[in-house]
């Protein structure tokens, strides 16, 4: 099965400064890659995802990028706000008919300054 | 609505006793899945049901019982739970497999087993 890897686990950053985690999956047939904000004691929420056949997407402060020959995708997030203080889980899943099995990296918990 | 739901937010039972979690989208999804999150780990992925048929179980205990009794609605009856168990559950469903699997989470319900 698909084994997602997740680095750093804690990350603090000065507000305004740029933020980077990055994950490895295992499964090369993995094609469908979310990233989640989480929280305290709320439902994680889709921030951004890319797909296969996509190197790099952004939408307004957040980036993701993906390269499939290393198998690793990376989140940015530049100006960080200390709103953006939160739990950031990557994940990865295989998107076929009838498989929704979607396995999550361990979580980087950011901590961004004023 | 574009809203996943869940009842009861919080759920405190003794380990003999007999409960169900219940979870709620009017978003023409028809895919749902269960999660069980620990404390300051990721979500765990215990069941896929996909067109109202059961499509993944994660190898879960017999104690947790999924149902969908239809394309909207999503439960899990719980039995004869263990300490362990504690933890939240959250629901997730996703549009169509053939179409997208971008997953949405309700809120969850955190359960404590005494």
């Known amino acids: 099965g698909e084994n997602v890897e997740q680095h750093p686990s804690t990350l603090s950053v ?21 990233w989640y904000k989480q929280e ?20 307004q402060r957040i980036a993701v990028t993906l390269n499939k020959t290393a198998k690793h995708f990376s989140l940015h997030i530049t100006e960080t706000q200390p709103e953006d203080s939160a739990v950031y889980f990557c994940a990865a899943s295989l998107f076929t008919y009838n498989n929704n099995d979607m396995r999550f990296g361990a979580g980087t ?3 961004v300054k004023p | 609505d574009t809203e996943v739901t869940q009842t ?50 994660e190898s879960v205990p017999s104690r947790f019982s999924p149902e969908c009794p239809n394309s909207s609605l999503l439960n899990l009856h719980l039995h004869a739970l263990q ?15 053939r179409v997208s699997d971008t997953q949405y989470f ?3 319900t955190r359960l404590t087993v005494l």
Request: proline share 6%; aromatic share 8%.
């Open chain 2, 8 to 57: 009861p937010k919080h759920l405190v039972m003794g380990m003999t006793n007999k409960k169900s979690l219940k979870c709620e989208q009017h978003m023409g999804h028809r895919a749902m899945y269960w999660y069980k999150q620990k404390a300051k780990k990721p979500p765990e992925l215990m069941f896929v049901y996909s067109y109202e048929k059961l499509s993944i179980n």
């Open chain 1, 109 to 111: 918990r950011l901590t």
């Open chain 2, 83 to 97: 300490p362990e168990d504690s933890a939240l559950y959250l629901c997730a469903s996703s549009q169509d497999n």
């Open chain 1, 40 to 59: 305290l004691g709320k439902r994680p929420q889709l921030i951004i995802d890319i797909r296969s056949n996509v190197g790099e997407k952004k939408d």
């Open chain 2, 106 to 108: 309700g809120p969850g």
């Open chain 1, 14 to 34: 000065q507000e305004g400064d740029s933020a980077v985690i990055k994950c490895t999956y295992s499964d090369s047939a993995s094609n469908y890659f979310p």
